[in-house]
């Protein structure tokens, strides 16, 4: 018999904000990812398309992996990226094609390091995917950090990136780390004035 679980329900204070551009504190802990590091224009760049291919190819097949050998049934989880840029001005001005980012995805406990090794083996037979030896398997812990969620285009989140500062400025902490966004619509699948966005910042 197989167990179905429901990780974005059992994380849903982090993955499941459900008050639109409504500002809450929450304690990230440590959580396993996949992960892709790059640089670029999100919407232009073939290596961000690369990295998410190769981050959504290996969940998959890590989920299928441990359905078969553990009977644990889970959804994949959300796309997530952090981004930043080495002048702060370039981030905030929207001069993307000197973004950086990491691209990931969230592993549930069950998943390992060896697991993963195997699960890269396997989906290299299947498919040639240039970013998969890319991939790594590591663990992130963000702590206290402010977050929202934000509905609307991408390119128009900035009032709501500068709220959110506001709010932490507020509450007398600084941000630190960089910043997060979690998403929780399929662009390819959604007008782009209903996708639905979590946007995170650790605060210290």
Not at 5 to 11: A, G, S
Not at 18 to 39: I, S
Not at 42 to 64: C, G, H, M, V, W
Request: proline residues 3%; neutral net charge; charged residues 30%.
């Amino acid at each position: 018999m197989v167990t179905k679980i429901d990780l974005k329900k059992q994380l849903k204070d982090l993955y499941g904000t459900t008050k639109a551009n409504g500002f809450v504190v929450v304690d990230v802990p440590e959580m396993n990812f996949l992960m892709v590091d790059g640089e670029g224009n999100p919407n232009t760049a073939q290596s961000f398309r690369d990295a998410i291919e190769a981050l959504y190819a290996l969940s998959y097949a890590l989920k299928f992996m441990i359905k078969k050998g553990a009977a644990i049934d889970y959804g994949v989880m959300p796309l997530e990226a952090l981004w930043w840029a080495d002048r702060t001005a370039d981030f905030t001005t929207g001069n993307k094609d000197s973004w950086k980012w990491t691209a990931m995805i969230m592993q549930p406990e069950w998943v390992a390091a060896d697991l993963v090794d195997k699960a890269r083996v396997e989906t290299a037979r299947k498919k040639e995917l240039p970013s998969l030896a890319d991939v790594r398997f590591q663990a992130l812990k963000e702590g206290k950090s402010a977050q929202c969620l934000y509905l609307g285009r991408y390119a128009d989140e900035a009032q709501t990136i500068e709220k959110l500062h506001q709010f932490i400025s507020d509450d007398g902490a600084r941000l630190r780390g960089r910043h997060h966004e979690i998403y929780l619509s399929d662009a390819r699948r959604t007008d782009p004035a209903k996708l639905k966005t979590i946007i995170r910042q650790p605060m210290g």
